[in-house]
T-cell receptor
Framework: KAGVTQTPRYLIKTRGQQVTLSCSPI?????VSWYQQTPGQGLQFLFE???????NKGNFPGRFSGRQFSNSRSEMNVSTLELGDSALYLC??????????????FGEGSRLTVL | GENVEQHPSTLSVQEGDSAVIKCTYS??????FPWYKQELGKGPQLIIDIRSNVGEKKDQRIAVTLNKTAKHFSLHITETQPEDSAVYFC???????????FGTGTRLTIIP
């Protein structure tokens, strides 16, 4: 069974640009969450999607957005990049059944460097 | 919102000895507490979790305990091996809102 797949794995952008990251969840998983990981702030929740609807959102500015498609794949977008956006962006998927609620499975992440 | 504190930030243990990592949480509504292991260059991997209706859960060399009254939970690794070296994160969630709040991580080093 394939795990959570994130693309691209590494990317370099300059300030002011925008970036789109992609996440394919484990087959059958309908919930997709995004987290930002930095040395200074640790792992922080960005947002969570279920059946193409954003159900939960963390405390990030509006430059950070996401969406989910009908096949559960998700994308997140960061516009007007700042140096502080350099981070590992992690996607996690969840099966979302009464007995499996909460178990998140993470991908390897997309490492974004903003110059 | 939820706040999770994790201690220690670094831990060195002789191979074969036990390691204990402790976390406290603030939101009494949290009812799901997973532990993740993150190796260099990889995403966090779920190693064990516990729900608030139980006080202890064990899986081979790994165990987690939960004290709801004191709002703290701990990870215990026995008979440590070199491959246990990694960064470990605790987290807390209120099931239903699908938002994990993570601790700051513990870098565990197993000394051969």
């Amino acid at each position: 069974k394939a795990g959570v797949t994130q693309t691209p794995r590494y990317l370099i952008k300059t300030r002011g640009q925008q970036v789109t990251l992609s996440c394919s969840p484990i087959s059958g998983h309908r919930s997709v969450s995004w987290y930002q990981q930095t040395p200074g702030q640790g792992l922080q929740f960005l947002f969570e999607y279920f059946s193409e609807t954003q159900r939960n959102k963390g405390n990030f500015p509006g430059r950070f957005s996401g969406r989910q498609f009908s096949n559960s794949r998700s994308e997140m977008n960061v516009s007007t990049l700042e140096l502080g956006d350099s981070a590992l962006y992690l996607c996690a998927s969840s099966l979302e059944t009464p007995t499996n609620t909460g178990e998140l499975f993470f991908g390897e992440g997309s490492r974004l460097t903003v110059l | 919102g939820e706040n999770v504190e994790q201690h220690p930030s670094t831990l060195s243990v002789q191979e074969g000895d036990s390691a204990v990592i402790k976390c406290t949480y603030s939101d009494s509504a949290s009812n799901y507490f997973p532990w993740y292991k993150q190796e260099l260059g990889k995403g966090p991997q779920l190693i064990i979790d516990i729900r608030s209706n139980v006080g202890e859960k064990k899986d081979q060399r790994i165990a987690v305990t939960l004290n709801k009254t004191a709002k703290h939970f701990s990870l215990h690794i026995t008979e440590t091996q070199p491959e246990d070296s990694a960064v470990y994160f605790c987290a807390a969630m209120n099931l239903g809102n699908e938002k994990l709040t993570f601790g700051t991580g513990t870098r565990l080093t197993i000394i051969p």
